[in-house]
C-alpha cells in the first residue's frame, strides 16, 4: 500500500506527517512512500531530503491525494481535503471527535477507515511509544521556556563573575502534566530555581526527579478525576490556591501555567492583580491559551505586556519547533504503522482484537466506531 504525505493547509501550521528518516523505516515495513512537494518544507525538510529516502513527490495534492492508501496527516482534514479521500482508503490523522461529529459523519460517508491518534487509549503502557498528544505536549513544554527564556531581561541560571554575582531565575509552573513536566525539566537544565503545583498531588514525585520543588496548596482536597486527569476544584480549594498563587507571582520571575481539565475552559489562576504584583520584567507563557487561558491578562495567539509583565499566549507552540515536532509524531506514526503491519508486506489490519487499534480506530470501513469501550487494563 502506498502512504501518503500531504502538505498541511491549516494557517500557521509548519509540522509534517513524515520525514525522511521515517521514509526508510516505512518502506522497510513494505510500503510505497508519495510526499506532496512541498509538504516539509517549513520543517527545513525539501523535497530531495524525501527522494534520498526513497520517497516519490506528488506535484500537487491532487495527485497526492489520488495516488494514496493511506494518509499520514497532522491537522484534521477540512471539506476539501475529506472531498479528495478515496472510498476503501485509511486516514491517520488528529481527529478530535468528540469535538467534531460533523467531520466525523462526512468521513464516515466517504466510506474511509479512519485512526483519530488522538483517540489513542493513553493509559495503556503498550500505547506509549504511539502517544502524539505526549510527544507533542513535550515540545511544547520546552519551547515555552525557551519564549519564557527569550522575553526575559536576565539570565536562567545564577553566576558569579568578574562583574558581580547573579542569582538565578525563579520559575514557577502551575500545571505538572506532560506539558508541565517538559516545562520544569528544561527550566531546570537552564539552570533556573523551579516550583511547580498541580491539584494532582499524585506528580509532586516526578517533579522532583525533574529538578523541581513541589508546592503544596493548604488545603486537603485530592484533585484527581480518574485516567490520570484533573477534575474542577471546590471553592474553598480555588481560594486556598489563589493565596499561594499570589504569594508565587510576588516572588518569581517567570510564570508558565499548563492546568487544562480535558472538556472544560482553562482553570483561571493567575488574576490581573497577581501580574499586577509581579516584578517588572517577568515573564508569563499562558499554554492555555486555545483553551481560554489560565492567565485573565493573556491574549490568545500574542505576546502582550501588562502592568510591565510580558504575556505570552502563543497556540502555536509546537509549530514554533517544527523540525522537532514533525520527527517525533512521524516516529509515533510509524510505530502505530509497526503494530498494524505486523507482517511486513505493506498491507495493514485494523485488528479489534488490540486494544490500542480498538480505541484510537473511530471510524471503520464507513461505520464510525467511536467512542470505543474502555481498554481491559493488565
Ligand atoms: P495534561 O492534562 O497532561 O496537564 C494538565 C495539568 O494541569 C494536569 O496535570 C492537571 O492535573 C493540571 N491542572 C488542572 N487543573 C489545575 C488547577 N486548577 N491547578 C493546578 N493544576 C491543574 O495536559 P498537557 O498535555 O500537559 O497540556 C497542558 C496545556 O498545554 C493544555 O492547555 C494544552 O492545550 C496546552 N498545549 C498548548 C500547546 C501550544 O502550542 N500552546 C501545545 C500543546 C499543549
Not at 231 to 241: L, R
Not at 288 to 302: F, I
Request: proline share 4%.
Amino acid at each position: 500500500l502506498i502512504v501518503g504525505v500531504p502538505r498541511e493547509v491549516f494557517v500557521g501550521e509548519k509540522r509534517v506527517a513524515t520525514v525522511p528518516e521515517v521514509v526508510e523505516k516505512l518502506i522497510k515495513l513494505g510500503f510505497g512512500v508519495l510526499v506532496e512537494s512541498g509538504a516539509g518544507a517549513l520543517a527545513d525538510l525539501d523535497d530531495d531530503a524525501y527522494r534520498a529516502a526513497g520517497a516519490q513527490i506528488a506535484d500537487s495534492a491532487a495527485q497526492l491525494w489520488a495516488g494514496a492508501d493511506i494518509i499520514f496527516k497532522v491537522r484534521a482534514p477540512n471539506d476539501e481535503e475529506v472531498a479528495q479521500l478515496r472510498e476503501g482508503s485509511t486516514l491517520v490523522s488528529f481527529i478530535w471527535p468528540a469535538q467534531n461529529p460533523e467531520l466525523l459523519q462526512k468521513l464516515a460517508a466517504k466510506k474511509v477507515t479512519v485512526l483519530a491518534i488522538d483517540a489513542l487509549p493513553r493509559q495503556l503502557s503498550r500505547a506509549q511509544k504511539m502517544d502524539a498528544l505526549t510527544s507533542q505536549a513535550g515540545v511544547a513544554g520546552y519551547r515555552a521556556v525557551i519564549e519564557a527564556a527569550n522575553g526575559f531581561g536576565r539570565f536562567f541560571n545564577g553566576q558569579i563573575t568578574a562583574a558581580g554575582k547573579v542569582p538565578p531565575a525563579k520559575v514557577f509552573i502551575a500545571g505538572a502534566g506532560v506539558a508541565g513536566l517538559a516545562a520544569i525539566g528544561t527550566a531546570a537544565g537552564l539552570g533556573a530555581v523551579v516550583r511547580a503545583n498541580d491539584t494532582r498531588a499524585e506528580v509532586a514525585d516526578q517533579v522532583k526527579s525533574l529538578g523541581g520543588e513541589f508546592v503544596k496548596v493548604d488545603y486537603e482536597e485530592e484533585g484527581s478525576g480518574g485516567g490520570g486527569y484533573a477534575k474542577v476544584m471546590s471553592e474553598g480549594f480555588q481560594q486556598a490556591q489563589r493565596e499561594m498563587y499570589a504569594k508565587q507571582a510576588r516572588e518569581v520571575d517567570i510564570i508558565i501555567t499548563t492546568a487544562l481539565i480535558p472538556g472544560k475552559p482553562a482553570p483561571k489562576l493567575i488574576t490581573a492583580e497577581m501580574v499586577k504584583s509581579m516584578k517588572p520584567g517577568s515573564v508569563i507563557v499562558d499554554m492555555a491559551a486555545e483553551q481560554g487561558g489560565n492567565c485573565e491578562l493573556t491574549v490568545p495567539g500574542e505576546a502582550v505586556v501588562r502592568h510591565g509583565v510580558t504575556i505570552i499566549g502563543y497556540t502555536d507552540l509546537v509549530s514554533r519547533l517544527s523540525r522537532q515536532s514533525s520527527t517525533l509524531y512521524a516516529t509515533n506514526l510509524f510505530r502505530l504503522s509497526e503494530e498494524l503491519c505486523k507482517t511486513k508486506d505493506g498491507q495493514i489490519n485494523v485488528n479489534f482484537e488490540d486494544d490500542a487499534i480498538r480505541g484510537l480506530t473511530v471510524i471503520k470501513d464507513g461505520e464510525i466506531t467511536w467512542p470505543a469501550p474502555a481498554p481491559k487494563l493488565p
